[in-house]
């Protein structure tokens, strides 16, 4: 989704487990087939990087100095510090203040390490599993880190925190406080190999804190963590200061050491991204990601530039990057039909918008997986045919016969023969136009509302407003602000708005949310698009259940081709590297990630 939602985050967090597995309890030499093992971190497919004894992941600087003040911009503004819940608008960063039982490393595809827990138990089936959470754990107020933490957290999350928790955890039957530091999660009866590393990614919140507050309630009182920062100052709505925590009890694990240096952490809020961008070359922050592509080229100028004072820098990167695009309501009558779906991407003219308006900064995106081995870009091969073939009569039939491509030009801005495609569609579909307005057989004229908060997306949607007009299509631009933006996408009221499905290099539960039906009408999905299709749904599924690495990418790819072929979105464009801009005041360790920017590993060099 857009940088203005920043709801785009997956939830980070830890993994507990346990010491002893079956269904009486029974000793483990009664269950030959289900070895169980203790490790000190788990890898969804393959092998760790990092042994037991590890002591720092290789993209830090163990020996990076501590101190400084850092400032980040935010757009929009925040009324809340609660991100688990629909209500209210959360503030930037609130994450510094949490722990999770596990950390994710970040030159791995997907593969965390104990931080609240120090050891990790599970079977082979992983059909449950157990953490040891570290005695010296402790909240910020000095309170230790229990079982009992644990418990409470999801409990919190699962009955009154946002609907996306009910669906990522649906296949956890029971959490049990086995003792005071250990903790076991019970799983349903599935193939669900990625539930025992998510449920390590939860920020654990203390239940001393929340047994005495409504947590259903978005409010700006200040939150009590585990983490390395504590909120130490806010304007609401305009600026968050996090500090340091000095006496912070992980200090000194493994998965913290080069981390999170910054004594303090400021997030400024500005009204849009252009005043934004006015104030960093103000120099009145420090770092940004930039994700235009016309600042990106014309918008960093002036002696600072030059001078060296602050610097631009392209990262390539190896992760998926998902999908961005124009999605459309299913829910509304007018984008029921997918022929109709289809006849409007070909009012998308990438290639003109790409020279025109983005310096030819950006690749045309096809797939739901772009940038990774997941993407569906040629035709199904025999292994992925065993996967699609018992659900044939529920795929579109081009998933069999043809590589999707998304409509394309020559991009020279004439597209008269791709919108006379998208016209013979239409009337396919029972549209014809009248007097240059296309109607439906009721006479209803094709009109909707494209539903936006940053402005500076008008210079990429008014183009396709005139394509679509010249096939007699009324469409307009609906501004709103960030929290209305958000309430009417959790109620699903809109026609068609501009969001991003981002993947990871291990896609799992998070599909549900996405794609799946049982999501399509829960208030406050990623199911966006309201869709409620058995095929994908079994997709969805097959994928979740996926045994290993080289069957997780086959059913990736199997997803991603009926998703293609339902033409739920207009595919919009991606690049495969990360553009940042910082003022030369940072020291960065020699070693970067393969998955992230880390900037946590950064440090002030004044």
């Known amino acids: 989704m857009t940088q203005g939602l920043r709801h785009r985050i997956r939830i980070t967090a830890s993994l507990l487990f346990l010491i002893f597995f079956s269904f009486s309890f029974a000793d483990t030499n009664s269950i030959p087939n289900d070895y169980i093992t203790s490790v000190h971190g788990i890898a969804m497919h393959g092998d760790l990087k990092y042994p ?93 880190v229990t079982s009992a933490d644990v418990v409470n957290t999801f409990h919190l999350l699962k009955e009154k925190g946002s609907p996306f928790y009910r669906a990522y955890y649906a296949d ?20 669900n ?16 804190f929340w047994d005495e507050r409504e947590f259903d309630v978005s409010s ?64 009145q922050y420090d770092f940004r990601t930039e994700h235009s592509a016309k600042n990106w080229a014309t918008g960093y100028t002036g002696s600072a530039l030059r001078e060296g004072r602050i610097i631009m820098e392209e ?58 081995e997941m993407a569906a870009e040629e035709l199904p091969d025999e292994a992925e045919l065993a996967i699609l073939e018992p659900i044939r009569d529920l795929l579109p039939p081009e ?21 006379r495609e998208g016209l013979r569609m239409l009337h396919d579909a029972g549209w014809q136009l009248d007097r240059g307005v296309l109607k439906n057989e009721q006479g209803q004229p094709f009109r909707f509302e494209i539903l936006i908060i940053q402005r500076d997306l008008e210079r990429l949607i008014n183009p396709f407003i005139r394509n679509l007009e010249r096939m007699g299509i009324q469409a307009h631009i609906r501004v709103v602000d960030i929290s209305q933006y958000i309430n009417r996408l959790r109620d699903f009221d809109f026609d068609m708005v501009i969001s991003s499905y981002r993947q990871s290099n291990s896609p799992g539960n998070e599909q549900r949310e996405f794609w799946h039906s049982s999501s399509a009408e829960r208030a406050g999905s990623r199911n966006l698009i309201g869709i409620q299709n058995p095929g994908v749904d079994h997709l969805v599924e097959q994928l979740i259940q996926a045994p290993d690495r080289e069957q997780l990418v086959l059913r990736a790819r199997a997803l991603d081709r009926a998703l293609q072929w339902n033409h739920y979105v207009i595919p919009h464009y991606h690049t495969n590297a990360y553009r940042i ?20 590993t950064w440090w002030i060099k004044d």
């Open 399 to 419: 998933v069999f016969t043809q590589a999707y491509q998304a409509p394309q030009t020559e991009g020279d801005g004439h597209i008269r023969t791709q919108l």
């Open 581 to 600: 801009a910082y003022w030369n005041r940072f020291g960065i360790p020699d070693v970067r990630p393969k998955h992230s920017i880390g900037f946590e």
């Open 52 to 144: 037991a004894n590890f002591t720092h992941f290789d993209y830090v600087n163990p020996d990076a100095p501590k101190g400084g003040r850092v400032v980040q911009s935010a757009v929009g503004s925040f009324d809340s510090f609660n991100p688990f819940i629909v209500r209210g608008t959360p503030a930037d960063g609130i994450s510094l203040i949490y722990d999770s039982l596990t950390s994710k490393s970040d030159d791995e595809p997907f593969s965390v390490y104990g931080l609240l827990a120090k050891n990790i138990r599970l079977p082979e089936s992983r059909r449950w599993i157990e953490f040891d959470l570290r005695p010296e754990a402790q909240f910020s107020d000095g309170v230790a």
């Open 193 to 208: 190999r990625e539930l025992a590393l998510i449920v390590g990614e939860v920020p654990i919140l203390p239940k001393h």
């Open 220 to 283: 700006l009182d200040i939150p009590l963590g585990s983490g390395p920062y504590v909120i130490h100052d806010y304007d609401p709505g305009r600026s968050v200061t996090y500090r340091r925590n000095p006496d912070y009890w992980g200090e000194n694990l493994p998965v913290r050491q080069g981390r999170y240096n910054f004594d303090e952490w400021v997030f400024d809020y500005y009204r849009d991204g252009t005043v934004a961008l006015q104030a960093f070359r103000a120099g």
């Open 315 to 372: 990262i390539e990167h190896q992760n998926p990057v998902g999908m961005q695009a124009f999605v459309m309501n299913t829910r509304r009558p007018l984008f029921q039909d997918s022929q109709v779906r289809h006849a409007l991407a070909h009012a998308f003219d990438f290639e003109w918008t790409n020279r025109a308006i983005f310096f030819d900064a950006y690749i045309r995106s096809h797939s739901f997986f772009s940038n990774s």
């Open 172 to 191: 956890i039957t029971d959490i049990i406080a086995i003792d005071t530091h250990t903790v076991r999660f019970e799983f349903a009866d599935t193939d």
